[in-house]
Nanobody, 121 residues
């Protein structure tokens, strides 16, 4: 059973900083991409940032230059460093991983349970 567990969410003031973490556990053969998505009230879930196993990153335009995604492959953890957050960054942040649980099986997509981030003005 694969689990993605997020931590680090909470209340932060605009202009401050916050770091989210997501640890993958369970029977995992290989992890390809990992990433963060967010869902604000009344809006669809959207990509925030992704990082592949080689370290290549991709960011939403709205967070470029403010957020940084990184990962520790050995520990199966992905981080999202949020600097200078804005009130419009308020959302539930979800961790995502595209991984293979066993050699010979296809890659599958997994989600964490989400962590609330609230940015006050």
């Amino acid at each position: 059973q694969v689990q993605l567990v997020e931590s680090g969410g909470g209340l932060v003031q605009a202009g401050g900083s916050l770091r989210l973490s997501c640890a993958a556990s369970g029977s995992i053969f290989r992890i390809d991409s990992m990433g963060w998505y967010r869902e604000a009230p009344g809006k669809q879930r959207e990509l925030v940032a992704t990082i592949n196993s080689g370290g290549s990153t991709n960011y939403a335009d709205s967070v470029k230059g403010r957020f940084t995604i990184s990962r520790d492959n050995a520990k199966k953890i992905v981080y999202l460093q949020m600097n200078s957050p804005k009130p419009e960054d308020t959302a539930v942040y979800y961790c995502n991983a595209n991984l293979k649980v066993r050699l010979g099986l296809p890659m599958s997509n997994y989600w964490g349970q989400g962590t609330q981030v609230t940015v006050s003005s």
